[in-house]
């Protein structure tokens, strides 16, 4: 809502109509017949739209989290509401549903953006948009997927620069040393300076892979493999960073869980 709330301060009327372009990043119950369904867009950024009667049996709009295509909408000035009027999906992401674990690394994914936004929304956009296409293809890694869209939106939102100095103390760090995380800023740093202990340590191997591919393009990181083992130690790091910088679990991950447990 940070473009709407900014045309606002402005003075700016929205078009009644709006066209958009989006990601479904959440679809969620809203009364016996309705959903809210929260949007990623490159204009609008962030934002929630409801949909009356998409719960009925005889909906003519059947809209499902991960999917992107092109909403029409009408905008409520007086109340700030957007309402879905009709949708054309560009990707439906049908495969991602096909595997529990692809649908958990997926909504995790969308959760992220979620919480933290990003100063760049096309650049938000772009990356999802491109990894929900990978993991619905199903040929490359899910792990790999998410450390590389965990690290590249990490590092848009200014988090961290380099992993070859320390953020707290501008040492250059050995090519052999281990590194560990500073709380305070939410960032991998040198022994020294870290406060975490053991719960947030990056080995040699790891960093390097991490340094080696976060300048890449996305498609040519992935090209990069791990072996599984290597490839599920970095995620869960990745997953740890992460948590810390939204300040919360995950609630992705906390069904999981939950889900392992039933």
């Not at 305070?184 to 719960?199: K, N, R, V, W």
Request: proline share 3%; hydrophobic share 40%; with cysteine.
């Amino acid at each position: 809502m940070a473009f709407l709330d900014y045309l606002s301060k402005l003075g700016v009327m929205v078009e009644r109509n709006v066209t958009a372009q989006a990601i479904v990043l959440q679809n969620r119950k809203s009364g016996e017949s309705n959903r809210n369904l929260t949007l990623l867009s490159k204009e609008l950024g962030i934002f929630e739209v409801t949909c009356y009667g998409m719960r009925k049996p005889k909906a003519g709009i059947h809209v499902r989290q991960f999917m992107e295509g092109v909403f029409y909408l009408y905008y409520y000035q007086t109340h700030k509401r957007f309402v879905l009027k009709d949708f054309n999906p560009l990707k439906t992401n049908d495969g991602i549903l096909l595997d529990y674990a692809h649908v958990v690394s997926a909504d995790l994914l969308c959760e992220f953006v979620l919480k933290t936004g990003c100063d760049d929304m096309t650049y938000a956009y772009r990356l999802l948009s491109r990894s929900l296409e990978l993991l619905c293809l199903g040929n490359i890694p899910e792990d790999l997927i998410v450390i590389q869209f965990l690290l590249r939106l990490i590092r848009e939102n200014g988090f961290f620069s380099s992993f070859e100095r320390c953020p707290v103390c501008d040492r250059e760090i050995d090519a052999q040393e281990v590194m560990s995380f500073t709380s305070h800023l939410s960032a991998p740093c040198c022994e020294q300076c870290g406060d975490l202990g053991a719960t947030m340590i990056l080995p040699p191997g790891a960093r390097r892979y991490l340094s080696l591919t976060m300048d890449m393009e996305l498609d040519q990181a992935l090209e990069v493999r791990l072996t599984v083992q290597t490839g599920a130690r970095i995620r869960a790091y990745m997953q740890r960073w992460a948590m810390h910088v939204i300040g919360r679990p995950f609630r992705s991950l906390d069904a999981q869980v939950a889900a392992v447990k039933n």
